[in-house]
């Protein structure tokens, strides 16, 4: 009889103990599984939230209005004809389209400017600037002949041009920048205002398409830049007709 009574607590210690058991596995169950709801849902609202930024964000990247080769060989006083270029520069430029062209004065003799003009329709060529390019080459920058020129356009509007200077060896190489953006919005234009360069991460990538513009000019015969602002002036007139109308245009390097 005692046996059968130790036998019987025993059983049923078992048996509440089993019950126990079976709701905290139930527990545990549901638990996980209202996680996985919670997580699914997470994700859900995640995706449509970045599906809807996204499209709030979008921006297009406008194409030139006309073709780069389009820009006449004659601007004025200037007689222009295009130069070839390696495959290996084109490449390593990012471009979309470009030209690599000598522009001679028609008034004074042996007196030219080079121009490369670089357009790519995702904005990628922004990394490659005279600041990075030129000193990798072996070119020293000289400080005091850096200028800013400032360059009359139509309806009395004015553009701010970086005249750059470098040196190598006897050699001396000016170098005017300037370069648009198209496509960005308000505050991507506010913020490339402020004190930052194409070298920060910001400079370097652009939501939009871009174009940088580059006039090359060997010598020391124009040290202040003003036959560089002169041809940079009819570029600019020439430039107007191929870009597109909504644009920024900046000169930090």
Same mark, same amino acid.
């Given at each position: 009889m005692?046996h059968? /009574?130790l036998?019987?607590?025993?059983?049923?210690m078992s048996?509440?103990? &089993?019950?126990? %058991?079976?709701?905290?596995?139930?527990?545990?169950?549901?638990? +996980?599984?209202?996680r996985?709801?919670?997580?699914g849902?997470?994700?859900? !609202?995640?995706?449509?939230?970045?599906?809807?930024?996204?499209?709030l964000?979008?921006?297009?990247r @406008?194409?030139?209005r006309m @073709?780069l080769? %389009?820009?006449? &060989?004659d601007?004025?006083?200037?007689?222009? /004809?295009d130069?070839?270029?390696?495959?290996d520069?084109?490449?390593?430029?990012?471009?979309?389209?470009?030209i690599?062209?000598? =522009?001679?004065s028609? +008034?004074?003799?042996?007196?030219? &400017?080079?121009?490369?003009?670089?357009? %790519?329709?995702?904005?990628?060529n922004l /990394?490659?600037? $005279?600041?990075?390019?030129? $000193?990798?080459?072996?070119?020293?920058?000289?400080?005091?002949? !850096?200028?800013? *020129?400032?360059?009359?356009?139509?309806?009395?509007?004015?553009?701010?041009? !970086? /005249? *750059? %200077?470098?040196? +190598?060896g006897?050699?001396?190489?000016?170098?005017? &920048?300037? =370069? =648009?953006?198209f496509?960005?919005?308000?505050?991507?234009?506010?913020?490339?205002h402020?004190?930052?360069t194409?070298?920060?991460s910001? #400079?370097?990538t652009?939501? #939009?398409?871009?174009?940088?513009v580059?006039?090359?000019?060997?010598?020391?015969?124009?040290?202040?830049?003003?036959?560089?602002?002169e041809?940079?002036?009819e570029?600019?007139?020439?430039?107007?007709?191929?870009? @597109?109308l909504e644009?920024?245009?900046?000169?930090? $390097?």
């Amino acid at each position: 009889m005692e046996h059968d /009574r130790l036998r019987l607590g025993l059983e049923g210690m078992s048996f509440r103990g &089993f019950g126990q %058991s079976n709701g905290t596995i139930e527990k545990k169950y549901m638990y +996980k599984v209202n996680r996985l709801f919670l997580c699914g849902a997470v994700l859900t !609202t995640g995706i449509f939230a970045q599906a809807a930024l996204e499209k709030l964000n979008h921006t297009e990247r @406008p194409a030139l209005r006309m @073709p780069l080769n %389009s820009i006449p &060989f004659d601007l004025r006083d200037w007689t222009g /004809r295009d130069e070839a270029i390696d495959a290996d520069i084109v490449e390593r430029a990012q471009t979309t389209e470009y030209i690599n062209r000598v =522009y001679d004065s028609r +008034k004074q003799s042996g007196l030219n &400017f080079s121009v490369w003009i670089n357009y %790519s329709r995702n904005g990628d060529n922004l /990394r490659h600037t $005279p600041e990075i390019c030129l $000193p990798s080459g072996g070119w020293t920058k000289i400080e005091s002949q !850096t200028r800013v *020129l400032s360059v009359l356009l139509a309806r009395d509007r004015t553009i701010s041009i !970086t /005249r *750059l %200077s470098y040196a +190598k060896g006897e050699l001396v190489e000016h170098v005017g &920048f300037w =370069y =648009y953006i198209f496509g960005e919005g308000k505050l991507e234009n506010y913020a490339r205002h402020l004190p930052i360069t194409s070298r920060s991460s910001h #400079g370097r990538t652009t939501r #939009g398409s871009s174009m940088t513009v580059e006039v090359f000019h060997s010598g020391d015969n124009d040290p202040e830049g003003e036959v560089m602002r002169e041809f940079i002036h009819e570029l600019l007139a020439a430039l107007e007709r191929i870009l @597109p109308l909504e644009r920024a245009d900046y000169h930090i $390097p």
